[in-house]
C-alpha cells in the first residue's frame, strides 16, 4: 500500500459543511472540507489500535507528494467535526454490518484509505 497522505471527512461533517455555507449569507467562493490528514501507515495504526483482530496491510511503499488542505475558512463560519475515532468506528460498524469485513479475513482490496 502506498504511505502517501491523504484527507479524510466525515459524510455527517461533509453534509453540515453543505448546510452551513448554504443557510450562511456570508459564505463566498470555494470551501475546502478537510477535517484530518494521515499518511496510510498512521491511520492503519489507528484502526487496528480501535479494531484488533483484522488482517490489515502491513507493507507500505513510501511516497510523497501531498499538498495540505486545510479549512480555516469553514471553522470561521463555525463548522466543527467529529473525533477521527468516531469516524473510524461508525465507518467499520457499517463495513461489518454489510459483510465487507470480517475479522480474520484479509483486509478487503476494495476499502481504500
Given amino acids: ?3 502517501i497522505r491523504r484527507p479524510y471527512t466525515d459524510v455527517h461533517d461533509l453534509s453540515e459543511a ?3 455555507l448554504y443557510e450562511n449569507p456570508e459564505s463566498s467562493g470555494r470551501y475546502i472540507c478537510s477535517a484530518y490528514s494521515f499518511r496510510a ?3 492503519v495504526a489507528k484502526l487496528e489500535s ?4 483484522y488482517n490489515y496491510p502491513k507493507f507500505f511503499t513510501e511516497k510523497s507528494g501531498f499538498n495540505p488542505l486545510n479549512s480555516k475558512k469553514l ?3 463555525g463548522w466543527t467535526y467529529m473525533l477521527i475515532e ?3 468506528v461508525d465507518t467499520i460498524k457499517n463495513y461489518e454490518e454489510s459483510g465487507l469485513m470480517e475479522k480474520g479475513k484479509p483486509f478487503p482490496s476494495t476499502i481504500r484509505f
Avoid: S
Avoid at 480501535?50 to 483482530?53: I, N, R, S
Fill in 50 to 53: 480501535l479494531f484488533p483482530g
Fill in 41 to 43: 501507515k498512521e491511520f
Fill in 86 to 88: 468516531e469516524t473510524i
Fill in 1 to 3: 500500500m502506498e504511505n
Fill in 75 to 77: 471553522l470561521k463560519l
Fill in 18 to 20: 453543505i448546510l452551513l
